[in-house]
């Protein structure tokens, strides 16, 4: 996460200009779960397990840790280093998917409702899918779930989706990140890497020219990035196997959803229409195919500085 706060000019700087008002915006996570991890610790402020029942906080994955250290972890157990982009927020967390990260449309359902029955009580502002399902899902069933993600935008919920890793075919968006209620995010490094073959950007998900709208919408990095492991282990006076490297589409999407969380930190009366124009007006325009970059990568530096 170091190198993706530079790239996306989301400096310590900006990050405590963004804090200063002390104002503690919740994000939801629909994943895997989440471990008791020393750079979240104190922040998880709901758990609910739809898939085992289980009450204690868990992730048997280690996907859904990942992703909310993305977000907002605050480096502890890296002096900083690897925090992610919101590191003051809250975090309410679903586990939707078990442990091979594979999940049910049901529970997904579930997962949704709950958000939606508790924005009030979290103070719920932002909501992270990072899950890409596939284009063969039940069309009955996933329309339902399009519905629901229609009434969390409605009621005033930045929700962020992945756009998934079926590139690079046209119109291979994973269909929670269809509709125009939702910001969509892709993968791009802007060139970090080179031309390396392996590049989350070669197969995250395109959009289509028979769209009516741009999708995605944003693209961020998601090759190689550095977040929590919810494997980690205390270790003497500190951690051990702390971080862990993970690529795709389900890491883009919360650098996006905690940009989302660090503006709303700095400037909470803003709408969700408001949020997601910001983001697409401060967009950095890579000069690829729309149909891969969307309006271009999110550059939170600029996001904050512009209001």
């Known amino acids: 996460m170091d190198r993706v706060r530079r790239q996306l000019g989301c400096s310590d700087e900006v990050q405590w200009e963004a804090q200063r008002t002390q104002r503690r915006v919740t994000v939801a996570v629909l994943d895997t779960g989440v471990s008791f991890h020393p750079d979240l610790r104190g922040r998880i402020v709901a758990f609910r397990d739809f898939v085992h029942g289980r009450s204690a906080v868990y992730d048997d994955s280690g996907h859904g840790t990942h992703v909310c250290g993305c977000i907002g972890g605050d480096g502890t157990a890296s002096g900083g280093r690897y925090k992610g982009i919101a590191p003051g927020c809250l975090l309410c967390v679903g586990k939707v998917l078990d442990e091979k990260g594979e999940g049910r449309i049901e529970t997904m359902r579930r997962g949704l409702e709950w958000v939606l029955q508790n924005r009030t009580q979290y103070q719920i502002r932002v909501l992270n899918i990072s899950i890409g ?140 229409e408001e949020v997601k124009r910001r983001m697409v007006f401060c967009a950095r325009d890579l000069g690829d195919d729309w149909r891969k970059q969307g309006w271009g990568m999110i550059d939170v530096g600029r996001l904050l500085r512009i209001g």
């Open 133 to 272: 399902l596939g284009q063969n899902s039940d069309e009955e069933k996933m329309r339902e779930l399009q519905e629901i993600l229609k009434e969390a935008w409605e009621s005033g919920i930045i929700v962020v989706c992945a756009a998934g890793n079926n590139g690079p075919d046209e119109d291979s968006i994973s269909p929670l990140g269809r509709g125009n209620r939702v910001i969509t995010v892709g993968c791009h490094e802007g060139g970090y890497f080179g031309n390396r073959r392996d590049l989350c950007e070669n197969y995250s998900g395109r959009g289509s020219l028979r769209l009516l709208y741009r999708k995605p919408d944003l693209v961020a990095p998601g090759t190689d990035i550095v977040s929590c492991n919810a494997a980690w282990r205390r270790f003497g006076n500190g951690y051990q196997n702390v971080y862990i490297k993970k690529s795709g589409t389900s890491m883009a999407t919360p650098i996006v959803s905690g940009a989302a969380a660090l503006l709303l930190q700095k400037e909470g009366e803003l709408g969700n």
